[in-house]
Each structure stands twice: as C-alpha cells, then as structure tokens.
C-alpha cells in the first residue's frame, strides 16, 4: 500500500458502524476517520460527538464526508445494510442488501479508491463476495469479518469454561458467519497445550459440554438480538482488531471471510478460515488439516454459501 495514511472510509453509522468508531477512537487505530451515511445528519451528529472525545484519546482527524473522500482511503470499511430483525436469520438478509452493496461499492469506486475494503454487513460472506465482484479488486483487498467474532465468542466462552483468561485460548470457528459455522476442536489449545490432551474428548459428557459452548456461540447473535435489537460491540472490536493488524502490517493470524481458490477443495467462494493479515491485506489463507467430521461441516457451511451465491449472481 504505496501512499499510506492511516485512513478509513466508513460507509454506515448505525449500529455496528457508530461503535466501530467509537472503539477505533479508543484504540488509537488510525489516523484519519471519514463517515458515510445516507442519514448526512447521523453522520455529522456521530463526527462531533467524536470529536469532543478527543481531548481523552490519541489524535485523529474525524469528519462527516461523501463517497468523494473514499478516493484516498486506506480501508473503506462497510457497515451499511438492512439489520437482521428478529427470527430472521443472515442468509434471509441476502436480496435486500445485494442491492445496496452494488450501489455502494460502485459508488466508492467511482472516487478513484485503490485500498483494501473491509466488510461487516450480513450475510458477510456473501457480500464480501459481492464486493469483490462489484469493485473488481483483487481478492486479497477484498475481506471480511467471516467469523473473527464467533472465533471470539469461542474463546471467551472457553476461557470461562477453563477458568483461563481467553487471551490465552486459541480456537477457530470456521465457515459460514451464520447457522452451518463449527468449532475446530482438531486445533483447539489453551496455552500451549491442546485441548485434546487437557480432558478426555471421547468422554460423553466432555462431547456435551464442546456442544454447549458451541451452540451458545453460534446462536450467540439470536440471544443478544431477542434481548437488546442487534448486536454492535463485539463485531466493532473485531473490525477493529482487523484494522489494526492491516494498518500496523502485523502478519495476524485472524479469521476472516477470505476468497478460496483452490484452498479446502473450494474455489471462488468466500468464506470463515484463518488468513495472514497485514498492509496488503490478505497475505495468504492457512489451509489447516482437519479431521473428516470437520472437512463435512467445511464442505456443508461451503456448499450452503454457494448456492446462495450462485442464485443471486446467476452463475
């Protein structure tokens, strides 16, 4: 990424988009944060708030702008879209926002914008794919969340289990950001130690536990939208930590909806895997060896998305 930054485009301040900001605010992420929505009131509301925040954080230039200010930006990071309501699940949100995200991204383009996008919006898969189609971008400035934040629901929820602080957890969710994810228990470890040989895996008691913590992590989003709307914070922080391993060039490891060619016998699909990370973007998917009941639920999470896709594009 010749010309560098530390810029970000942030096209929606609803939900997700305002806390995203607001965490990146926080952390001290970047240099230069513009915000994009249709709402222009939100968006400007949502830049002075910010901004009076300042005196307590690193320096950043935040303001409300247009599709025009994406045309020097690092990331363009995309919140926007229908939200999932209630009983809805992600796949359901496919035709509604297929629509916007073509809008969007030619929008962006139009602006003369050369970086990385970033996108949150759901079904993330299948609109990151759309966003690499739309925008005709190589593949690896082309990402999104995929399933760092289920990965993160995982370890915190294992860490609680174990008693360990989830830093210290290292755990993949894989797939579909939606209802055909799954654990990795094949790599699971915490510490240093995997987790196959900290307790009895064969155990039909240890089974229904796994199982437990994996349902609650899957259906996480479902809870939280029942209690309170929507979900906002914990995918802010994941956006986030993506930004941060993309502007700092830290070669992270993170699981992000990625496009395979080739990798886990998939090709031109996007989905969950471990990826490399840095100022490039996606420096290379991490094929990880998995036992046979995990390549099922790969090729099933794989083939649910592929239908989906190959309906709304026609392929």
């Not at 809008?103 to 996008?117: L, P, Q, R």
């Not at 209690?227 to 490891?253: C, D, Q």
Request: proline letters at 3%; aromatic letters at 8%; hydrophobic letters at 40%.
């Amino acid at each position: 990424m010749t010309n560098f930054k530390g810029k970000v485009a942030l096209i929606g301040t609803g939900f997700v988009g305002s806390s995203y900001a607001f965490a990146l605010l926080n952390q001290g992420a970047a240099r230069e944060l513009v915000l994009i929505d249709m709402n222009k009131e939100k968006a400007e509301g949502d830049a002075r708030d910010l901004n009076h925040g300042l005196p307590f954080s690193s320096p950043m230039k935040i303001w409300a702008g247009d599709y025009i200010d994406c045309r020097d930006a690092d990331l363009v990071v995309i919140t926007a879209g229908a939200n999932q309501a209630p009983g809805e699940t992600r796949l359901d949100l496919v035709d509604k926002n297929i629509n916007i995200f073509k809008s969007i991204v030619n929008e962006v383009m139009k602006s003369g914008f050369d970086g990385i996008f970033l996108v949150a919006t759901n079904p993330v898969d299948i609109l990151t794919y759309a966003t690499w189609h739309f925008s005709g971008l190589p593949k690896e400035r082309v990402i999104g969340s995929g399933t760092i934040l289920d990965t993160a629901r995982l370890r915190y929820l294992l860490g609680d289990h174990f008693d360990v602080d989830a830093r210290n957890v290292h755990a993949y969710i894989m797939g579909e950001h939606g209802d055909t994810e799954f654990p990795v228990w094949s790599h699971a470890t915490i510490g240093a130690s995997p987790l196959r040989e900290m307790i009895n895996m064969d155990s039909l008691q240890t089974q229904r536990e796994l199982e437990e913590i994996f349902v609650n992590v899957r259906d996480a989003a479902y809870h939280i939208i029942e209690r309170k709307g929507a979900t906002y914070y914990g995918i802010a922080m994941g956006l986030v930590r993506i930004t941060k391993a993309i502007f700092n060039n830290e070669n992270s490891i993170l699981t992000v909806s990625a496009l395979l060619e080739g990798e886990y016998d998939m090709d031109e699909l996007y989905i969950g895997v471990p990826a490399i990370i840095n100022r490039g973007g996606i420096r290379k998917v991490i094929e990880l060896p998995l036992h046979e009941k995990e390549r099922e639920h790969f090729a099933h999470s794989a083939n649910t998305l592929k239908d989906v896709i190959d309906k709304a594009f026609q392929r």
